[in-house]
C-alpha cells in the first residue's frame, strides 16, 4: 500500500494570550521611552532655568566666601604672630638700650671721676634726674656733683636752682627761694672729695608748665658750674653731661 505525502498545509490555532503579551510589553516599552525623554528634556530644562543658574552661582559664590574667609584667618594669625614678635624685638630693643644708656651714663661718671684725659677740671653736674611726686604737683629732683680726682681737694658750697616755663602765655622763671625749703634758702649745701649726690624736693604752680632747669653750683673760692636741662631731658633715667657749662 503506498504512503500517503505530508499535507502542504498545517492548520494551527491562533494564541491570542501572547499576542496580548507581547502588545504589552510593547506598549510598556514605548511608554517607557517617553518617560526616559521627558525625564530627559526636564532636566535639562531645569538645568538651564534662571533659578538653577543662580543657585550654582550661589553655590560657587559660597564656596569662594567660605575660602575667603579661611585666607583672611590664615593672614590674621600671621598678622598677630608678627606683632608678638614685633613688640618683643621692640622691648628687647628698648632694654638693650636703657642697658647702654646706663652703661654710658656710668662711664662718663667714671671717666669725669678719674680724670680721663683731661687734668685738674673742677666742679660739675654730672646727672640730673626729675621724678614726679604722685598725687601732686611736687617733684623729687636728684643731682650729681663730681670734680676730677686728680685735684684731690675737699670742695664745699651751694647748689639753687630755677625752673623756666610758661604760665598765662608768658615765660617766666621761678627762682631757687620760690622753689626751696625756708631752710634751705640760700641753696642745698654741699660738700665732697670726688663726688656727692643731692636730692631736692620741690612744688611747681598748677598753672605753670615748665620747659627747662637750670642750676647753678657754687663752690667757695672756686669757680661756679651752671648748666640748663631740657625739663623732658630731666625726666631720663638720667640725664649726664662731659661738658662743663658756664
Not at 613688640?87 to 654710658?104: D, N, Q
Amino acid at each position: 500500500m503506498a504512503s500517503r505525502p505530508p499535507p502542504r498545509f498545517v492548520v494551527r490555532r491562533h494564541d491570542d494570550t501572547s499576542l496580548r503579551r507581547r502588545r504589552l510589553w510593547l506598549g510598556a516599552g514605548w511608554l517607557a521611552s517617553l518617560l526616559l525623554t521627558a525625564l530627559v528634556v526636564g532636566t535639562l530644562a531645569w538645568r538651564t532655568t534662571p533659578a538653577a543658574t543662580d543657585r550654582r552661582e550661589l553655590k560657587q559664590l559660597t564656596a569662594q566666601n567660605e575660602d575667603l574667609k579661611q585666607q583672611v584667618a590664615n593672614l590674621q594669625r600671621s598678622q598677630q604672630v608678627g606683632e608678638i614678635a614685633t613688640k618683643s624685638l621692640r622691648g628687647s630693643l628698648a632694654e638693650r638700650e636703657e642697658e647702654i644708656s646706663g652703661l654710658r651714663t656710668d662711664l662718663g661718671f667714671y671717666a669725669r671721676l678719674v680724670g680721663g684725659d683731661a687734668q685738674r677740671q673742677g666742679l660739675k653736674v654730672q646727672e640730673v634726674r626729675l621724678q614726679p611726686v604722685a598725687g601732686s604737683h611736687g617733684w623729687d629732683l636728684t643731682l650729681s656733683l663730681t670734680q676730677n680726682a686728680r685735684r684731690g681737694d675737699e670742695i664745699a658750697g651751694k647748689l639753687t636752682l630755677a625752673v623756666e616755663g610758661l604760665r598765662a602765655n608768658k615765660v617766666v622763671q621761678l627762682d631757687w627761694p620760690a622753689l626751696g625749703d625756708a631752710a634751705q634758702k640760700d641753696g642745698l649745701p654741699f660738700r665732697f672729695k670726688y663726688f656727692q649726690q643731692l636730692h631736692a624736693t620741690f612744688v611747681l604752680p598748677a598753672d605753670f608748665q615748665p620747659t627747662r632747669l637750670r642750676i647753678h653750683a657754687q663752690a667757695d673760692g672756686a669757680e661756679a658750674a651752671d648748666r640748663t636741662v631740657a625739663w623732658q631731658d630731666a625726666l631720663g633715667d638720667a640725664t649726664t653731661t662731659t661738658n662743663q657749662g658756664t
